[in-house]
């Protein structure tokens, strides 16, 4: 084999890596009634833009699909099934309340208690209005928020407190901060809902605690739903050259992580736990989460499903024990809405820092992001780890690349014979080939060489490719001088430049090929790679020019110490 089909060989098992990866990793809601209405009362947040005017969300009606119901069949059902919710008419204009720690700020519509704005104020963006990231959000072009709610049957078929009645604010008690901390109260049907929503000082943690009160004449076994509604359209900012997941997600211990597309509920056809003891639910695009999490081992329903024209829910259900008259049940879960920190999400819930997607490479990725982790604790500078990081990478290979640079070094000096057999046998492949082959014999030369170490460290480098591409670490994360987010291109494409220049010296240093177009393929190469380039994040165009450079001073000394024997 010459070297023209090593280095096709290369590029297409890289290619066929990349798409293999790229398959794994792709395999991967409404406002409603209340029964009275309110004047609408707008605190203007600071991360936040007011409510109204353009950024308002439309007060139209909603369909009840949005309150969900336990779809199991009524002997398996965690909570009656025949419960009748109250033709939907419009949607009560509620009161918009803000409470704030220093890492978020929350918008709550009294309608529903939903929460519908949140802005993370330590993630700065220019792609969001107020100059921060939202993941929630009500505006026109956005749909996002928390809902939650009760479900049963009651008596006359009267709704109970769910995400579609008007609430009251409740004045806080001693101790409380009116800044962060939230009560809430509604009654319907017999049963009296409170809800309070706080916040501790720092974090992207919401508790949300609900207490039931029975005030009818009967005894009650409601269900809770803690649901997350979105619009299915990516977030702003989203790139379209490299593929990052957007869509709901849960976890069970039976199930464990399992991602849900937008087009799988469109057909119905989503497959995923529908009831454990453990687990959580929420929605997860790049860099960032929102997820229930219930803070006990009880039996919960797991659902996903399409409530509106491209608008999509997933959460669940918990059935809450049997409530006497005069008698209550609290119930407490944790709302995440965040960027996704590792330590953090692992701490919070099992299985909750696996929204850090790293497809069939996790326990390749795992492992290397614990370790560019450790280089950022030691030189406090994301940038500088991946330079340590790709250093140490290649020292653990070297064995392989020197390997590699040898069998290279074995070709280039052959090169002079490997053509003038290509001229004497022009008209008779067979012969060429054959006597090629001999060449390779005499000078013990394995044709193969030069690729399969390459090969072999592949999975290696895509599993570092997608640590550094899925880390939240990097949003706004500097390096030096002009490089001030690794999350970002180059604004001076310096890095993709160099990196060619890099590439143009790599090419010389490998074995030319014997023929002439060929020689000129290769030579234009480095070019419409770095095209590529201009547009990927500057912290993997970083890895990558440090894995250039490093690899020309490794195959250059090789290459000189193999001409000096």
Not at 179 to 186: G, H, I, P, Q
Not at 201 to 217: D, F, M, P, S, W
Not at 232 to 246: A, C, H, V
Request: proline share 7%.
């Amino acid at each position: 084999m010459d070297t023209r089909r090593s280095i096709l060989l290369i590029v297409f098992m890289v290619s066929l890596f990349l798409l293999w990866d790229a398959w794994m990793r792709q395999s991967a809601v409404g406002e409603l009634p209340a029964s009275a209405s309110a004047p609408s009362a707008v605190q203007s947040p600071a991360g936040l833009p007011p409510s109204g005017g353009s950024d308002a969300a439309p007060r139209s009606a909603a369909p009840d699909a949005t309150i969900p119901q336990p779809s199991l069949r009524p002997e398996q059902a965690l909570a009656p099934t025949d419960a009748s919710i109250a033709s939907s008419t419009g949607v009560a204009a509620g009161d918009r309340i803000v409470i704030k720690n220093r890492d978020l700020e929350l918008v709550i519509d009294s309608s529903g208690g939903r929460i519908v704005k949140a802005a993370l104020l330590s993630q700065q963006s220019d792609d969001y209005a107020g100059g921060f990231v939202r993941l929630f959000d009500d505006s026109i072009d956005t749909r996002y928020e928390a809902q939650t709610g009760l479900v049963f049957a009651t008596p006359g078929g009267v709704s109970p407190p769910n995400h579609t009645i008007l609430f009251e604010r409740l004045p806080l008690q001693g101790g409380q901060n009116p800044e962060r901390e939230l009560r809430l109260v509604a009654e319907s049907g017999g049963v009296k809902l409170f809800k309070s929503i706080s916040l501790s000082e720092t974090g992207h943690q919401v508790k949300v605690e609900h207490t039931i009160v029975n005030t009818g004449a009967d005894a009650i076994t409601p269900s809770i739903y803690y649901q997350l509604l979105r619009n299915d359209r990516s977030p702003p900012g989203e790139s379209s050259l490299y593929m990052t997941f957007t869509g709901p997600a849960l976890y069970t211990d039976q199930g464990k992580f399992q991602k849900i597309s937008f087009s799988e509920i469109e057909k119905n056809s989503q497959s995923h736990v529908k009831t454990a003891s453990d687990g959580w639910a929420g929605f997860i695009q790049h860099y960032f989460v929102s997820a229930w999490v219930l803070g006990n081992d009880r039996v919960r329903e797991f659902f996903s499903r399409k409530v509106g024209e491209g608008l999509f829910a997933v959460g669940m259900i918990q059935p809450i024990q049997t409530i006497a008259p005069g008698a209550q049940q609290s119930h407490e879960a944790v709302l995440y809405v965040g960027p996704q920190e590792q330590r953090v999400l692992e701490a919070l819930a099992p299985g909750l820092d696996l929204v850090v997607d790293y497809g069939w490479l996790t326990f390749l990725a795992k492992p290397i992001y614990w370790l560019l982790e450790q280089l950022h604790k030691l030189v406090n500078n994301w940038g500088w780890a991946i330079v340590l990081l790709t250093l140490i990478i290649k020292l653990i290979f070297y064995p392989l690349s020197a390997a590699s640079y040898r069998s290279m070094a074995k070709m280039k000096a052959v090169s002079p014979r490997l053509m003038q057999i290509r001229e004497r046998y022009v008209g008779d492949k067979a012969k060429m080939n054959q006597a090629m082959m001999e060449l390779y014999k005499n000078e013990k030369i394995n044709p193969l060489g030069g690729c399969l170490p390459i090969l072999i460290q592949i999975p290696v480098f895509i599993a570092l490719y997608w640590v550094l591409l899925a880390s939240v670490e990097m949003r706004n994360a500097p390096w030096i001088l002009w490089i001030n987010d690794l999350s970002h291109p180059d604004p001076f494409y310096i890095l993709p430049i160099v990196m060619a220049i890099t590439m143009f010296i790599q090419t010389k240093l490998n074995p030319p090929p014997p023929d002439p177009v060929q020689a000129k393929v290769m030579m234009f190469m480095p070019l419409i790679f770095s095209v590529f380039f201009f547009f990927f994040p500057a912290g993997l165009v970083l890895y990558w020019l440090v894995n250039n450079l490093v690899s020309i001073a490794q195959q250059w000394a090789i290459t000189k110490r193999f001409n000096a024997t």
